[in-house]
């Protein structure tokens, strides 16, 4: 169930991080899924780092920073696709 769990976080944060971002991605939906794992895996280390891991109720702290994380990764991989896919193109 875990990655099950995963997925559906990664692809939740990365749809929330696209429509955050300014602009236009054109990175695919499976590309934004990971990025979103990703972020998401960054935030709770992140969060781990600042002791607010485990809180009593809803862990908004965390939450913020898998959101944060998952910005940065989704950007960080829409610019890559887009740099590879526009390499392909003119090739």
Known sequence: MGWLWAI???????LIAKAIIPGKQHSPLWLTTICGIVGALIGNALARGFGIDETSGIDWGRHVLQLAAAVV???LGDTAYTAVRGNRQRA
């Open 73 to 75: 990764i989704v950007l």
């Open 8 to 14: 559906i976080v990664g692809f939740v944060l990365g």
